[in-house]
């Protein structure tokens, strides 16, 4: 009965063990930090718009932990203030393949081949940075990255972020998340 216990003992350690070893899924930027202020270079920029005052200059990114059965990421920034509660979408990029642990500062601002561009609300493919009217407070900018089991090719580019949502469904493996916070006085 001893051995019986002992032989308890050790596995339940064993997959303690072993689930202590896999990583949390996360997502960081060394620019700002959860729930923190974005810098005004990381707005956006817009000839329409006196308020867009910022470089239009994505952050950068760096995530860890990607769940196991990943083949691609998904790539959401999304504000739900944004156009009185309606919502603004800023960046939708899919098709990310896992050897690749992040985004340097400035590179979802451009097209780039290690992503494919869906269409934010602006109808670009790129990163529209933050863009809150004056007056409407703190704005809560969650950038959310989407493990998937898709091949980074099977997705079409231009895929608003409803639609990307609609195709990832089912094939979802985990979600990292991080909030960037912006408004103008």
Known sequence: ???????????????????????????????FEDNGILLSKFGGKNPKNPNCLGDNVSPPLNWSGVPA????????M??????EGVGVSHFVAYGIPLSMTGLS??????????????????????YFGPCPPPGSGQHHYVIT??????????????????ELLQAIKGHAKGAAGIVGRMGIP
């Open 69 to 76: 059965g990943t083949k691609s990421l998904a790539f959401l």
């Open 145 to 162: 990255l989407i493990a998937t089991d898709l091949e980074p090719d099977s997705l079409p580019p231009g895929l608003t972020q409803l």
């Open 105 to 126: 500062e400035g590179e979802a601002s451009t097209p780039s081949g290690k992503f494919v561009g869906g269409k934010n609300t602006l109808g670009t493919t790129v």
């Open 1 to 31: 009965m001893r051995s019986f216990g002992l032989i308890t003992i050790v596995g339940c350690l064993a997959w303690l063990g072993s689930a202590s070893a896999q990583e949390v899924f996360q997502i960081h930027s060394p620019a």
């Open 78 to 83: 999304h504000d739900q203030q944004g156009m």
